[in-house]
């Protein structure tokens, strides 16, 4: 836990007491939405609704009227259809969408996921030369697709029809595409109200326009692909808010009860508390995604897919074990690299402001994780390099911190790379082996972050005393859940409090009780945090300002309140 952070309150209390009243919740939680910049009531009505019927109309979306037609039409021709998606999570709960859905529709449908190594992203030419082969008269893209203008002419001028389905950014429109369903098109006379959501959103919406076209029970269509929706959502780090709020919030609540036997074996395998009315977004982001992410980073991304496909028993178990194993290694293969990195810092970069780190046989599928875990540590820019099959040609995985825009940095030396692509947070590159030193001395040269850029930003909801924590403020918060990406979870601070180490508990020793006291006010709670750094932090201290948020911890039917400590100065 870092303290050498600046602790920031926000001060957005924009209509506080107005959003209070109107929508019947405590000024506390107005405080937290208006601190998020939400305080319009459609907004604030999308952040505390769980029902779907609040979810943004599918007609809304570009072309999907267009594009339901030309389905129709090729499931009733019985031509054969095919499912181009991708091999991250999103990629692959949108293909699972699209084409368990087509399948039950009658359609004559397949898929492809590209292989990570072998294709990289997105649609090529190979793929729709071996559609061509197999004579596929309909590409049906999912998480990819709107950049591959070439790609798609290419497939139209052999006779097949491509639905591009996808939501990242858009440069140039496929101009062969018979229709291009994303959220981001701008070109639309009526734009969709929520551009951020992803992929299997996208094709979540895209069946239930066509069941409200030309069939009816558009509820079990949602029912059967929320939990999916919602596992892509927080996986492929969509923002919390609007549309996205609701989806992740019905789908952590009804994925425990999922009919999809391979997702449900999963779960099990997972190691999750079962017992537990619902799950989080933690337990999405950091346990279930990774696990469906390993296939497509390990080996093949289809290993995934399958397993929501299968209704075997007995395949269902051996290819969720498959998962498993992969992720295992995954994680091993991630601590392994980290700790190198780290070491590499400390030996050899540790006054450098941006880390250039050069890990000999780290797998390229794990750079990713190691530079967001180093940037983590320390707070700065961090740029991983890995081994290739090309000679002498070394890969680049980059994570950054707000203050410095590594894409920025990396395009003013743009000459000296093979490849390179990204925005401002994460890059990629390839570069050739003798020309890495150099690219650092020069990243390094020209960074002009000061000290305080490396410190890292507490935000904070409010100072909050003591004697204003009870259980029913804590469940007026909870009406507000679930929390990620542009949805933190609120934080508040309280200043001048007397700390005492009460248990210690785990096998490391890392989990901590506390007792907290201020004013003759007493709170409990617990820091995950080695024992012997607390004690020398915390204990013997006149009194420290805490960072934390309150919980009703329910042990064994008995209900308490407690702080979770997050910082501390």
Same mark, same amino acid.
């Given at each position: 836990?870092?303290?050498?952070?600046? =602790?920031?309150?926000?001060?957005?209390?924009?209509?506080?007491?107005?959003?209070?009243?109107?929508?019947?919740?405590?000024?506390?939680?107005?405080?937290?939405?208006?601190?998020?910049?939400?305080?319009?009531?459609?907004?604030?009505?999308?952040?505390?609704?769980?029902?779907?019927? %609040?979810?943004?109309?599918?007609?809304?979306?570009?072309?999907? $009227?267009?594009?339901?037609?030309?389905?129709?039409?090729?499931?009733?021709?019985?031509?054969?259809?095919?499912?181009?998606?991708?091999?991250?999570?999103?990629?692959?709960?949108?293909?699972?969408?699209?084409?368990?859905?087509?399948?039950?529709?009658?359609?004559?449908?397949?898929?492809?996921?590209?292989?990570?190594?072998?294709?990289?992203?997105?649609?090529? *030419?190979?793929?729709?030369?071996?559609?061509?082969?197999?004579?596929?008269?309909?590409?049906?893209?999912?998480?990819?697709?709107?950049?591959?203008?070439?790609?798609?002419?290419?497939?139209?001028?052999?006779?097949?029809?491509?639905?591009?389905?996808?939501?990242?950014?858009?440069?140039?429109?496929?101009?062969?595409?018979?229709?291009?369903?994303?959220?981001?098109?701008?070109?639309?006379?009526?734009?969709?109200?929520?551009?951020?959501?992803?992929?299997?959103?996208?094709? !979540?919406?895209?069946?239930?326009?066509?069941?409200?076209?030309?069939?009816?029970?558009?509820?079990?269509?949602?029912?059967?692909?929320?939990?999916?929706?919602?596992?892509?959502?927080?996986?492929?780090?969509?923002?919390?808010?609007?549309?996205?709020?609701?989806?992740?919030?019905?789908?952590?609540?009804?994925?425990?009860?999922?009919?999809?036997?391979?997702?449900?074996?999963?779960?099990? *395998?997972?190691?999750? $508390?079962?017992?537990?009315?619902?799950?989080?977004?933690?337990?999405?982001?950091?346990?279930?995604?990774?696990?469906?992410?390993?296939?497509?980073?390990?080996?093949? &991304?289809?290993?995934?897919?399958?397993?929501? *496909?299968?209704?075997?028993?007995?395949?269902?178990?051996?290819?969720?074990?498959?998962?498993?194993?992969?992720?295992?290694?995954?994680?091993? !293969?991630?601590?392994?690299?980290?700790?190198?990195?780290?070491?590499?810092?400390?030996?050899?970069?540790?006054?450098?402001?941006?880390?250039?780190?050069?890990?000999?046989?780290?797998?390229?599928?794990? &750079?990713?994780?190691?530079?967001?875990?180093?940037?983590?540590?320390?707070?700065?820019?961090?740029?991983?390099?890995?081994?290739?099959?090309?000679?002498?040609?070394?890969?680049?995985?980059?994570?950054?911190?707000?203050?410095?825009?590594?894409?920025?940095?990396?395009?003013?030396?743009?000459?000296?790379?093979?490849?390179?692509?990204?925005?401002?947070?994460?890059?990629?590159?390839?570069?050739?082996?003798?020309?890495? $030193?150099?690219?650092?001395?020069?990243?390094? &040269?020209?960074?002009?972050?000061?000290?305080? %850029?490396?410190?890292?930003?507490?935000?904070?909801?409010?100072?909050?005393?003591?004697?204003?924590?009870?259980?029913?403020?804590?469940?007026?918060?909870?009406?507000?859940?679930?929390?990620?990406?542009?949805?933190?979870?609120?934080? =508040?601070?309280?200043?001048?409090?007397?700390?005492?180490?009460?248990?210690?508990?785990?096998?490391?020793?890392?989990?901590?009780?506390?007792?907290?006291?201020?004013?003759?006010?007493?709170?409990?709670?617990?820091?995950?945090?080695?024992?012997?750094?607390?004690?020398?932090?915390?204990?013997?201290?006149?009194?420290?300002?805490?960072?934390?948020?309150?919980?009703?911890?329910?042990?064994?039917?008995?209900?308490?309140?407690?702080?979770?400590?997050?910082?501390?100065?």
């Amino acid at each position: 836990m870092k303290t050498n952070s600046n =602790f920031v309150i926000y001060n957005k209390k924009k209509n506080v007491k107005e959003i209070s009243q109107k929508f019947g919740i405590t000024p506390l939680t107005s405080v937290i939405l208006c601190n998020r910049d939400i305080y319009k009531d459609d907004e604030i009505r999308k952040i505390l609704s769980e029902n779907l019927s %609040d979810l943004n109309e599918a007609k809304l979306l570009p072309d999907v $009227d267009k594009a339901c037609e030309i389905l129709k039409k090729y499931i009733e021709e019985k031509k054969s259809i095919r499912i181009v998606g991708d091999y991250d999570v999103d990629g692959v709960c949108s293909t699972y969408i699209l084409y368990d859905s087509i399948k039950k529709l009658g359609g004559n449908v397949s898929y492809y996921i590209p292989d990570r190594f072998r294709d990289g992203y997105g649609i090529n *030419l190979r793929i729709i030369d071996e559609a061509i082969k197999d004579n596929v008269k309909l590409i049906i893209t999912c998480d990819n697709g709107i950049a591959a203008n070439d790609q798609i002419s290419y497939a139209k001028k052999n006779g097949i029809e491509v639905i591009v389905t996808d939501h990242h950014d858009i440069g140039i429109l496929p101009r062969n595409a018979s229709a291009i369903v994303d959220p981001k098109r701008k070109d639309v006379e009526t734009m969709y109200p929520f551009d951020g959501i992803c992929g299997a959103v996208v094709a !979540m919406k895209f069946v239930v326009r066509y069941y409200e076209l030309y069939k009816s029970n558009v509820k079990d269509v949602l029912d059967t692909y929320i939990d999916f929706a919602m596992i892509a959502t927080v996986s492929d780090i969509m923002p919390l808010v609007n549309e996205n709020h609701i989806i992740v919030k019905y789908g952590l609540k009804s994925i425990l009860n999922t009919k999809n036997a391979g997702l449900k074996k999963l779960i099990e *395998l997972s190691g999750i $508390d079962l017992s537990v009315k619902s799950l989080t977004t933690y337990h999405i982001g950091f346990i279930i995604g990774p696990l469906i992410n390993a296939a497509g980073r390990m080996d093949s &991304a289809c290993i995934a897919l399958k397993l929501f *496909l299968s209704d075997d028993e007995e395949e269902v178990d051996n290819l969720a074990k498959s998962l498993k194993e992969l992720n295992d290694e995954r994680k091993m !293969m991630t601590d392994s690299g980290t700790k190198l990195a780290l070491n590499l810092v400390k030996e050899k970069f540790i006054d450098d402001k941006v880390l250039v780190i050069y890990i000999e046989g780290l797998h390229e599928q794990v &750079a990713g994780i190691v530079a967001g875990r180093v940037k983590d540590s320390y707070n700065k820019p961090v740029i991983v390099l890995t081994d290739t099959t090309e000679e002498k040609i070394l890969k680049a995985s980059c994570r950054s911190i707000e203050a410095y825009d590594i894409f920025e940095a990396l395009n003013r030396h743009r000459d000296m790379l093979v490849k390179f692509g990204g925005h401002k947070l994460a890059a990629g590159f390839s570069i050739e082996e003798d020309k890495v $030193d150099m690219l650092r001395k020069l990243l390094n &040269a020209e960074c002009n972050l000061s000290q305080s %850029d490396f410190e890292k930003k507490v935000y904070i909801d409010a100072e909050l005393p003591f004697y204003m924590i009870n259980e029913e403020i804590i469940k007026d918060i909870e009406k507000i859940e679930p929390y990620g990406q542009s949805f933190s979870r609120p934080l =508040f601070a309280t200043r001048d409090v007397k700390v005492k180490v009460m248990n210690i508990y785990g096998n490391d020793k890392n989990v901590v009780r506390l007792s907290f006291t201020k004013d003759n006010n007493v709170r409990y709670g617990v820091i995950f945090e080695e024992a012997s750094i607390i004690e020398d932090r915390l204990c013997g201290n006149d009194s420290i300002d805490i960072v934390y948020y309150p919980k009703i911890n329910d042990y064994k039917g008995t209900k308490s309140i407690e702080i979770n400590l997050q910082n501390y100065r």
